[in-house]
């Protein structure tokens, strides 16, 4: 019982840790959405990744002829947070002859409606739009200054007609008495949707969570929709930016992570990459960029299959999946294997040794790239393929993930990542595995946790 209390001590407390951070466990688990390559509609690519350790980033790769200083993080907040957060933007570039945007929140469609998406509106028609269809009459005051209304105010109080002595100024009525006064001179406009502002304080101790609003005020605004679609309707399309832009970085591009640590300059294989070559001959392993234009992603057709009963599990392994003398693939292991399996009457394959790994005689549990299915096997689309055709045939897929240690490799695994020996890992003995020869995650950290969590939901 006592150890029951403890881990559940354990359990409160990094939860706590963790919320402390993030707003939910949901946030806390997403943050591949943010952290490695992404492509931004402000035609760049935008670069994240966690090295509390170093003390300069950038990129280097096919991209920028691997050079140290072109691509590197901003000075101060925008480029190097508090927690050790580095960020890394790499803008496209103006093909000859071509003119920069005319406005800076211009954005394109990369993948979403491709080939339709540059229509010519321009921000000056669209806001005219805006103001004619969404916003109600009297919704919207324009403004010269800023200022404008503080400089009313103020000429009020203490311009030219403004009171001269305290007798002038006469006593101060309460709040909710100027409001009276004001609203007494206001025309009573029942269809705008602008909030009354009819209650004012009740006395009741404020709660962020149970605001007292103007009910029916509130149900006008919930009632209109958003005018996001209006922005949309100024995204341009792929066409229009493959034509005005070279790519800052293409697919199938290789790049690794440049440190400047006090122990010397690094380089690393990015801990969120999705594609990784860990073994390349005769020069170190280095990270690829996924990213092939719409016509070749791959189009998933089945959703996930509903097993009625019991499960019954295949558990296997790609690369030992066939019956030559080498390491079968993705692609062959969905021709050949799954209908076997299928055939055979289980309703779930298990697989093992997914993740990228440098040691297969590991068979895939001293894993370096967490992000990443393992190269040797295929690339990411021919993995999708196989999930996909494997809910064809009405199979569940699971995966073998291993977070209860990872490879020692510093090359190209998450060991020393930034020159320090406790970033991802315990340090001393507690960060080794003594019989496996692996490193041990220091699962107390919540930046470690948001790593872990979020390889989970990826």
Known sequence: AQFLRDRHKALKDRRWELYSRFIDLKEGSSGYELLGMHRHRQHRVDFMDWAPGARYCSLIGDFNQWSATENCAREGHLGHDDFGYWFVILEDKLREGQEPDEYFFQEYNYVDDYDKGDNGVDAKDLIRRMNEEYWEPGEVTSRKSRWETVAKLYEQMFGPN????????????????????????????????????????????????????????????????????????????????????????????????????????????????????????????????????????????????????????????????????????????????????????????????????????????????????????????????????????????LIDIVHSYASADEMVGLSLFDGSNDCYFHSGKRGHHKYWGTRMFKYDDVDVLHFLLSNLSW
Not at 186 to 204: H, L
Not at 205 to 228: G, M, Y
Not at 289 to 318: A, D, M, N, Q, T
């Open 162 to 397: 403004g009171p001269q002595t305290e007798e002038e100024l006469g006593e101060i009525p309460d709040a909710e008495t100027r409001y009276k006064n004001w609203k007494a001179t206001q025309k009573d406009e029942s269809s705008s949707s602008s909030p009354s502002y009819d209650i004012i304080d009740t006395g009741q101790e404020f709660d962020i969570f149970n605001v007292v609003t103007d009910r029916a005020s509130f149900e006008k605004f919930q009632a209109k929709a958003t005018p996001l679609a209006y922005w949309v309707e100024m995204r341009k399309g792929r066409k229009a930016w493959i034509e005005k832009y070279v790519p800052a970085i293409s697919h199938k591009d290789k790049y690794r992570i440049y440190f400047n640590t006090p122990d010397g300059a690094l380089e690393r294989v990015p801990a969120w990459a999705t594609y990784v070559l860990p073994d390349a001959e005769g020069m170190q392993s280095y990270a690829v960029h996924w990213e092939p234009p719409p016509e070749e992603i791959y189009k998933w057709r089945f959703g996930r299959p509903k097993v009625k009963g019991s499960l019954r599990i295949y558990e296997c392994h790609v690369g030992i999946s066939g019956s030559e003398q080498k390491i079968s693939s993705f692609q062959e292991f969905t021709s050949n294997v799954l209908p076997h399996i299928k055939n055979a009457g289980y309703n779930a394959v298990q697989i093992i040794g997914v993740l990228e790994h440098k040691d297969y005689s590991s068979v895939g549990y001293k894993v370096t790239n967490y992000f990443a299915v393992s190269s040797r096997f295929g690339t990411p689309d021919d993995f999708k393929k196989l999930v996909d055709e494997a809910h064809g045939l009405g199979l569940l897929v």
